[in-house]
């Protein structure tokens, strides 16, 4: 046996030449060559075992019954054998029956190929479905033309429209610009008429409602680019999530045991508004620490509590609706201004309505609330707030000094307030500035009790009992303001034709002793008494209440001298516009006309209320009438339809929507007007200029201490180096 890689050739012998050397190693060659190759005829002509992995293969395709490959036995084959083995055949390979034996592998593979193909075709198939998916998604038709871009006449006009915020703070009619937008839409109605090619071609514009259709042609503009207005520029996006149930806060300037007409209407809207149980209701009134309650209370009356104060005011309105109440009582700092009678918030009276309870907000007086208000925007924290203006204010600073150039500046800031802080404003009558977004309604009713007692005197007066034994009476806060002023004009004027006639006056305040002395030096018939509520049973039997105000934006002690069946005899002015249905109200426009009205009013007696007068004075139909011309009534149905609708929000149709895809103009002017404001009211300097007490740009730490709250430097710290 030869072996391999080791030379076995003799070393050359000594004196032996070279070439019997080299003939020598040749022969040496030839011999091995010899011997390796009968090796390797041995090898081949051998006979060779069929492989073990072979051998598996075909016992688990054999013992297959069906045309299903046994996955398992075949993956059994595998297990424990050696790759490395070689065979052959009668000295070649067997292809032959290789080729049979793996006729399971192919199978396998086969199998295999048709997966992948199954697999890439459900993938096309979910591909195609998303495209048509996304397709159907499209705001844009499929049958949708393209839509010509905007000229520059149409972007003037739409610039225009959008600008009226800033016309009316500038004073510019709205009527003017309703015209140049008119005429720009009809200069775009010609130019396509002129272009078109076919007479059947539809125009852009009509004339008769040219701004619908402008915003309907911006719409289509910026919805055929794929553009989607999301929101503001001012606002953060962040509100209340409306629930199951809503929330209503109202706010207001002065509370119990002051009785003035921002203390004493909105407790009465806060006690039947929950009475529906429809919605929670919070009441949110300032507290003033003790130095300030010592000057506003009657009596000198003092709390040292909120709770304290809040069982007093709810046991003074059971007392008069005759229900229990159910709604929550908050309190927010205040401080008390005596040059002008009023208080004033400090701080950022939004803060103390927590943001899960920032639903529906209304304001009782939104511009005395935010004429110094810097904090959070109203709208931004609320769905929907709604201004109710119980004031004249205007009227009120004219008769101070500078009053013209007071009331001009005052004018444009509470046109700001109702731009920037209200979705929408109630008027109480037409007495009021005529604001932004607002409307003339009377929210306001009357006490009960009034209305009782109106049913008590028809009722004697039925049975044939007077039920009037006094003639006339004024009742009033003794201020010039109140109508004093006016009343003493009058009965100077006609002091000679008033002969014989008597007025009894109620009332208290800081200008008595210079009404008093005034009447007193003309020698007028007018007795005067301390204050008194106007259900004491004293005034009774009273028949005529005569109200010669004009500053009034709709006296409560009208409507509830007409509650209890008496005659009212006021001025024909705005304020007194929803009294003149009543047959007992008998208003006069000059002053001889208040001597007639006077004498007729003492002549006869008044007609008793039928059930619908009644009715409209009471405070279900305030309430009723506040749901409807608020739009209150919209926003908590709304909710209740998405609640109980599974797909609400969505639409099934494709039809356009301007709020989606266009963004408001009046709505970014309304934020830039607020963000000046907040920028002004944050400088104390400009505060104090503009006549703020000072300190309330924020509580103070007696504040802090009443009401449990972080101190002042701690709720609001200052940062610096």
Known sequence: MASYGVDTRPAPAAGEGALSFLSRGIREDLRLIRARAGELETFLTAPVPEPELFARLRRAYSSSASTRLDLS????????????????????????????????????????????????????????????SLKSMSFVPESAEEVPPLDLGELLAYFLKQSGPLFDQLGIKRDVCDKLVESLCSKRKDHLTYNSFSASEPSAFSNDNA???????????????????????????????????RHVAIVTTASLPWMTGTAVNPLFRAAYLAKSSKQDVTLVVPWLCKSDQELVYPNSMTFSSPQEQEAYMRNWLEERVGFKTDFKISFYPGKFQKERRSIIPAGDTSQFIPSKEADIAILEEPEHLNWYHHGKRWTDKFNHVVGVVHTNYLEYIKREKNGAIQAFFVKHINNLVARAYCHKVLRLSGATQDLPKSMICNVHGVNPKFLEVGERIAAERESGQQ?????????????????????????????????????????????????????????LNLNFHKGRDHADDSLHGYKVFINPSISDVLCTATAEALAMGKFVVCADHPSNDFFRSFPNCL??????????????????????????????????????????????????????????????????????????????????????????HYCFTGNELLRLSTGAIPGTLNYNKQHSLDLHLLPPQVQNPIYGW
């Open 467 to 523: 039920a009037f034994s006094k003639g006339a009476y004024f009742l009033g806060k003794m201020v010039w303001a109140k109508g004093y002023r006016e009343l003493i004009d009058l009965f100077a004027k006609h002091k000679s034709d008033l002969e014989g006639f008597k007025l009894d006056i109620y009332g208290n305040g800081e200008d008595s002793h210079e009404v008093q002395s005034a009447a007193m030096k003309l020698n």
């Open 211 to 245: 701004g619908d259709e402008l915003d309907l042609r911006i719409a289509s503009v910026l919805q055929s680019t794929g553009h989607n207005y999301e929101g503001g520029f001012w606002n953060d996006g962040h509100k209340y999530e409306t629930a199951d149930k």
């Open 587 to 676: 208003t006069y426009k000059t002053s001889e006309d208040f001597v007639a009205k006077v004498k007729e009013a003492m002549a006869r007696d008044p007609q008793p209320l039928t059930p619908e007068q009644r009715y409209n004075l009471s405070w279900e139909a305030a309430t009723q009438r506040f749901m409807e011309h608020s739009e209150l009534d919209k926003v908590l149905s709304s909710n209740m339809d998405c609640t109980s609708t599974s797909g609400c929000g969505k639409s099934g149709d494709s039809k356009m929507k301007k709020s989606a895809s266009l963004p408001n103009m009046s709505g970014i002017v309304d934020g830039g007007l607020a963000f000046a």
């Open 73 to 132: 036995a075949i993956g059994k084959a595998f297990v424990g054998t050696d790759v490395v083995g070689r065979g052959r055949s009668g000295g070649r390979w067997g292809w032959e029956e290789v080729e049979a034996e793996w006729e399971p592998i192919r199978m396998v593979k086969a199998r295999l190929r048709e997966l992948e193909r199954r697999r890439q075709g459900q993938a096309t198939d979910m591909l195609h479905k998303v495209k048509l």
